[in-house]
């Protein structure tokens, strides 16, 4: 199972970014799939997660209502639109999934069985 992360950049605040997430690899389902970050001296954060099922969602609470997270089961695929960007959201952003049935919407990294290699998003100011 391979994830691959793209989308990162070099953006001012105010602005916005659009993460995506292909999971390859041998013939399998996702059922949850998540982003999370990781600022320099910092641990790794929970940022947004989906559950394909019904597509439920959730969010860290410093991010809810700017970013949003969208994706397609079928292709393996995952989005994070990021709006409204702030210099604390500068980090690492990977995306994870879940290969294994849950029948909640998941925002814990040791739930995540898969990681990508992450992509890093800089915001200045």
């Known amino acids: 199972v391979q994830l691959q992360a793209s989308g990162g950049g070099l953006v001012q605040v105010g602005g916005s970014l659009r993460l995506s997430c292909v999971v390859s690899?041998?013939?399998?389902?996702?059922?949850?799939m998540g982003w999370f970050r990781q600022a320099p001296g910092k641990e790794c954060e929970f940022v947004a997660s989906?559950?394909?099922?019904?597509?439920?969602?959730v969010y860290a609470d410093s991010v809810k209502g700017r970013f949003t997270i969208s994706g397609d089961s079928g292709k393996n695929t995952v989005y994070l639109q990021m709006h409204n960007l702030k210099p604390e959201d500068t980090a690492i952003y990977y995306c994870?999934?879940?290969?294994?049935?849950?029948?909640?919407?998941?925002?814990?990294?040791?739930?995540?069985?898969?990681w990508g290699q992450g992509t890093q998003v800089t915001v200045s100011s």
């Open positions: 690899g041998r013939a399998f389902s996702t059922y949850s």
């Open positions: 989906i559950r394909w099922s019904g597509y439920s969602t």
């Open positions: 994870a999934a879940r290969t294994i049935y849950s029948g909640y919407v998941l925002r814990n990294s040791a739930d995540f069985g898969s």
